[in-house]
């Protein structure tokens, strides 16, 4: 496991010392009613939202004559390794993959300037930030082993011979071996 960023690593020291490491491996595929559910709740979201920071700043693009003096772009900033509405599972779930939208220390920035309005833009950076969450949050569906039909073997087999056919009768043919 590569341990590169700063909050993950003080992350991933407070998960083994609270789980060990075969702890952290259970919780992964606990079920969903357990401590260590990965499913956002609804008072978890509540906690959430006073965790995030908004930046303003000026928006290009059209807005007539207020365009120059309002400012209705949206940046949405948020800690995930320092929040302390997700548990220690949720944290390393969400710092354990790369993101474009969260840097080294684990912060989260959403820009949002769709809009002419400020108060749409936080909304619709809110709903975007849910769905991250949600996406992320989501357990990933195990992987099932399962072997090629015995139609699919047959076909490669076929296939194998052709080329080695082909290729045979590409050599040289050496005119003494006929006679």
């Known amino acids: 496991m590569c341990l590169k960023r700063s909050g993950f690593t003080r992350l991933w020291s407070k998960i083994t010392q609270?789980?060990?490491e075969a702890g952290i491996f259970a919780a992964t595929f606990a079920p969903m009613h357990s401590p260590f559910t990965l499913k956002l709740q609804a008072q978890q979201w509540e906690a959430l939202l006073k965790e995030v920071q908004f930046r303003?700043?000026?928006?290009?693009?059209p807005g007539g004559q207020g365009v120059n003096k309002l400012e209705t772009r949206v940046e949405l900033l948020w800690s995930v390794a320092e929040s302390e509405c997700l548990n220690l599972v949720q944290k390393h779930h969400l710092l354990e993959k790369t993101d474009r939208r969260?840097?080294?220390e684990g912060m989260v920035r959403l820009a949002v300037s769709e809009s002419r309005s400020q108060l749409s833009n936080k909304e619709i950076a809110l709903k975007r930030l849910r769905e991250w969450l949600e996406i992320r949050l989501?357990?990933?569906t195990p992987r099932r082993a399962t072997r090629p039909g015995k139609a699919a073997r047959e076909r490669r087999m076929q296939a194998?011979?052709?080329k080695s056919e082909r290729k045979h009768t590409r050599k040289r043919i050496?005119?003494?071996?006929?006679l």
Not at 174 to 178: C, F, L
């Open 174 to 178: 050496d005119p003494r071996r006929d």
């Open 56 to 61: 303003t700043s000026r928006s290009g693009g």
């Open 138 to 140: 989501r357990k990933p």
């Open 18 to 20: 609270e789980f060990g």
């Open 102 to 104: 969260m840097d080294q």
């Open 160 to 162: 194998k011979k052709k």
